[in-house]
């Protein structure tokens, strides 16, 4: 019986622990939620994107996200009417994503303090 007492302890410590390590805080949830405006905000620059949502999904919608887990995004390419958008218009959008992407990233990193 001490045994069982014993094991039931150690797990119960061990689980403690890692949840400690892997549980996100407020302040986790704030970086993902400026990283998704971020993000809705770059999608809003690029002219073929402009209006396009940006949703989060996945563990951190159901509240489920570990501290270092990623973010799982969607951008929905709307073509503002129900025909398909094609391929090559799809390739050209997300083209002028990433290099937006790349130029705002370069921006936040210029203006992060000298460490």
Known sequence: ???HI???????????DILSVIKPVEDDRNKRLR????LTDTVNSVGALR???VKPFGSFVSN???KSGDLDVSVDLRS???LPISKKKKQNAL???????????KLLVD???NR
């Open 35 to 38: 990283a998704i405006q971020e």
């Open 64 to 66: 489920l996200y570990a």
């Open 1 to 3: 019986m001490a045994e």
């Open 6 to 16: 014993y094991t039931y302890d150690l797990l119960k410590t061990c689980t403690k």
């Open 51 to 53: 209006g396009s949502p």
């Open 95 to 105: 083209r002028e994503l990433m290099r937006a992407l790349q130029i705002r990233g």
């Open 80 to 82: 503002g009417s129900d």
């Open 111 to 113: 203006l992060l303090p």
